[in-house]
């Protein structure tokens, strides 16, 4: 007679076997989860879209935190840049995202337990099973991910054991539309729409300084826009501003008095106090269906028999 012992645990060869875990961009967050990979000796491969760490961070360095830096530090990672002897910056302070960018991530994207795995100006297009579509569930668990990529030299496919999404909504923005869809007419006025939080008193002012500009969105990215906004105005009197929101009031922005972070909290005060001075012109219940370009008028002309003629542009 064969004796089982069933308290052995059963050993089998997996698909999954040897095969890194797949994360999608070099942000905070992907770095992050990189670190915590490094720690537990897990292989990894990072995708990001950007020709740098931190790519969306980019776009808005000119933001500044409502956390700080205490805040902002994750724990496996700074475990790891203070082996190379990195300290983390005033921890009461706030910093912007290029600050962000510039002592935190960018140090930890180039220690080389992550470098040599971070992959840059490769676009992950889709993610599905290996041999696997929709229908099939026979054996998914063990299945590998397969991840179709693109960058200069054209499309390929990867396996991963498992998938880590950070690639974060930054270049996946709300639609304007209440639909959830792209508002009808927006190719026509494509060259007019700004994406979320731009710098308009620093490298983008000349598009804004003057101008009557409007900001949809009744979250703090808008608040932000909308104080900066206001501090353009203050240089060029001629700007004029309008906040679009869906409902009656703005309430993820205006209601902090239970708010833990100081300078977040105080946010919807300055904006409350801008549309009470008349600075910000406030339009509630409001919902995008279509947009189109506007068509101005031309003042009215003589004509050579003396009478007003006017043209239709």
């Not at 008349?278 to 031309?298: N, V």
Request: no cysteine.
């Amino acid at each position: 007679m064969t004796l089982v012992d069933l308290t052995a645990p059963t050993v089998r060869s997996s698909r999954l076997d040897g095969l890194p875990v797949a994360i999608i961009g070099a942000g905070p967050i992907g770095l992050a989860a990189a670190s915590h990979l490094v720690e537990r000796g897990i292989p990894f491969e990072i995708y990001e879209t950007g020709d740098a760490s931190g790519h969306t961070v980019s776009q808005w360095a000119h933001i500044r935190f409502f956390s700080p830096w205490k805040m902002l530090v994750d724990p496996a990672a700074g475990r790891l840049l203070a082996d190379t002897g990195w300290t983390v910056p005033d921890e009461k302070k706030l910093p912007t995202g290029g600050q962000f960018l510039d002592e935190y991530l960018a140090p930890l994207a180039a220690l080389d337990s992550i470098r040599p795995h971070i992959h840059y100006a490769v676009t992950v297009t889709d993610v599905s099973r290996e041999g696997m579509d929709r229908t099939r569930s026979a054996g998914r668990a063990d299945t590998p991910f397969l991840l179709r990529t693109s960058d200069e030299d054209g499309v390929r496919e990867v396996t991963a054991r498992a998938v880590i999404d950070a690639s974060g909504t930054y270049l996946t923005p709300n639609s304007l539309a209440s639909s959830g869809l792209d508002p009808l007419g927006l190719p026509a006025v494509a060259e007019h729409v700004s994406h979320a939080l731009p710098d308009v008193v620093g490298r983008e002012r000349d598009r804004f300084a003057g101008k009557r500009v409007t900001v949809v969105g009744a979250g703090h990215s808008a608040a932000n826009t909308l104080l900066n906004l206001a501090a353009l105005r203050r240089e060029v009197p001629e700007t004029q501003i309008s906040w679009l929101i869906r409902n009656a009031s703005a309430v993820r922005v205006t209601t902090s008095d239970d708010d833990q972070l100081i300078e977040r909290a105080a946010i919807g005060k300055r904006v409350d106090r801008l549309i009470d001075t008349g600075k910000i012109q406030q339009l509630d219940r409001f919902e995008i269906l279509r947009l189109a370009p506007h068509r101005r008028r031309t003042p009215p002309d003589r004509a050579a028999s003396g009478r007003t003629r006017r043209t239709r542009h």
